[in-house]
């Protein structure tokens, strides 16, 4: 059988598939044994609590989905103290995704999630806005990366996987910076800026207007990011934007990716990364390549 383990940072994945941040609860853990993922990505989690966006905050288009939730959840300390244990009963590599509004506020995020064991890595989610600078998105200046990353590197040894925005023009500058200033890896794409309008009503369909899109009319858009930041950085990447089935998730792997997360696909079929793993494991022993050679091998 295929050989599917690769090392992401300092992390040991027994097999290159994870989940989106945002897309994937522990409730899942009734349909199928969580442990047999490479990783587990948790929902981004913020300083304080954060109630999200007023509904309607989800939308289903032609070819994807539009998300506005706004980043909800409990809020670091009701994470620690109610969910970090629940991750920590799987078998496999925890990644708490985290985001803040300034480069201390993700800095003391980091600073107490360091004293938690059995956490293995931290996604660092940049398409917040930094209050710091006017509310420009973190991800879309290429200095402020490097001052946050550098300043997560000091904090802690454990693995920094960086989260891009394909809401750029150079989306290259933004990964070289990352990993100039010690991130360990990147993850791409998050959610590309889309909208819908209900014509009865004249109204958007998210109540904020403009909303994330994802699911498989980005997928496009996420492989041309991840071929095209895989040809400047040696980091490894974990690919994602609209991997419905495993040869979606060739394809980011033949582009580049190290490892692949499933977001949307996850509400349509739980069962979907289990479905990849043997995919994958399938395609290596037919096509007779090892994993690591797969990689980047796009002719
Ligand atoms: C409902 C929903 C919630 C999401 N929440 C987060 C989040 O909290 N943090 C984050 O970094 N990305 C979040 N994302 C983005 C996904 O992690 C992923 O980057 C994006 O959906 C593209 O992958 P997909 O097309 O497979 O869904 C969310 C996406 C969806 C659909």
Redesign the pocket.
Known sequence: MADLKIKIGKMLWKNPVTV????FGLEYAELFDISQLGAI?T??ITLLPKPGNEPPR?AETEA??L?S?G?Q?PGLENFIKNDLSEYQKFDTNIIV?I?GSSISEFGEVIQELDRQPEIDGY?I?I?CPNVENEGIAFGTDKGIVHNLISHLRKITNRTIIV?LTPNITFIEEIAISAEKAGADAL?L???VYGMAIDIETRKPKIKNGIA?Y???G??PI?LQNVYKVAKVVKIPIIG????RNTNDALEFIIAGASAI?????N?VNPLICLEIIQGLEKYLDEQKIQYNDLIGSVR
Do not use: D, P, R
């Open positions: 989106a941040s945002g897309t990505v929902k981004t989800l994807g989905l998300n939730i980043l959840n995704s985001a996604e989610n398409s989260k993850s794409i998050n959610t994330g994802s699911g498989i980005i997928k996420a994602m934007g609209g991997i997360a499933v977001g949307t696909q509400f």
